[in-house]
């Protein structure tokens, strides 16, 4: 099966902009979404589809995608976006279906 | 609003069998999303395990494949996970989650609900 590949850490300022990316094969074909993970809690999506965001996603958060590369846009970024995000896409390589995550990016609001 | 629960042991022995249940409560099960475990590892990041759809199709991580039976019971709105011959890498938080698709073609899936998660330990 295909991977998924990000950065392990990123940083921002207080109030700047920031973009996570992931890449892989299986990106080509599908959507990522992407998941916030507080610690000790499970992931929350914040991004699926081309730019969706579910009910309650501050909308600082958006997505784009060009190629076999996702990207998780946060603009102006605050302190409770401290969090692990996960990107993930359906993988149809092999001739299974599969599900594939990116290894998660650490991001600090600093 | 969906909500699934996990349930099962939280303390294995090595070269046993992990089983847990996910309870999906809000929601029936025989919907278009397939039904899907997740595990995270202490301090890693996640890893998908394998899916069911509330037909009994299901797809399994390759790396996992040998050793697990995902199955379902539609009377109790209820999906199964059982993992064989664990060790302590199996040791991990697992989670429960739907996994949904948008429109045929559309290229879209994402993971809309999740359990909370349960600490299964593989310990002796």
């Known amino acids: 099966s295909s991977e998924l590949t990000q950065d392990p850490a990123v940083s921002v300022a207080l109030g700047q902009t920031v973009r996570i990316t992931c890449q892989g094969d299986?990106?080509?074909?599908?959507?990522a979404s992407w998941y916030q993970q507080k610690p000790g809690q499970a992931p929350v999506l914040v991004i699926y589809g081309k730019n969706n965001r579910p009910s309650g996603i501050p909308d600082r958060f958006s997505g784009s995608s060009s190629g076999n590369t996702a990207s998780l846009t946060i603009t102006g970024a605050q302190a409770e976006d401290e969090a692990d995000y996960y990107c993930n896409s359906r993988d149809s390589s092999d001739n299974h279906l599969d599900v594939v995550f990116g290894g998660g990016t650490k991001l600090s609001v600093l | 609003q969906v909500q699934l629960q996990e349930s099962g042991p939280g303390l294995v022995k090595p070269s046993g069998t992990l089983s847990l249940t996910c309870t999906v409560s809000?929601?029936?099960?025989?919907?278009?999303?397939?039904w899907s475990w997740v595990r995270q590892p202490p301090g890693k990041g996640l890893e998908w395990i394998g899916e069911i759809y509330h037909s009994g199709s299901t797809n399994y991580n390759p790396s996992l494949k040998s050793r697990l039976t995902i199955s379902v019971d539609k009377s109790k709105n209820q999906f199964s996970l059982k993992l064989s011959s664990v060790t302590a890498a199996d040791t991990a938080v697992y989670y429960c989650?739907?996994?949904?698709?948008?429109?045929?073609?559309?290229?879209?899936?994402?993971?809309?609900?999740w359990g909370q998660g349960t600490l299964v330990t593989v310990s002796s």
């Open positions: 809000g929601g029936s099960i025989s919907s278009s999303s397939w």
């Open positions: 299986s990106l080509r074909r599908y959507y």
């Open positions: 989650a739907s996994f949904a698709s948008g429109s045929f073609s559309s290229g879209t899936y994402y993971f809309d609900y």
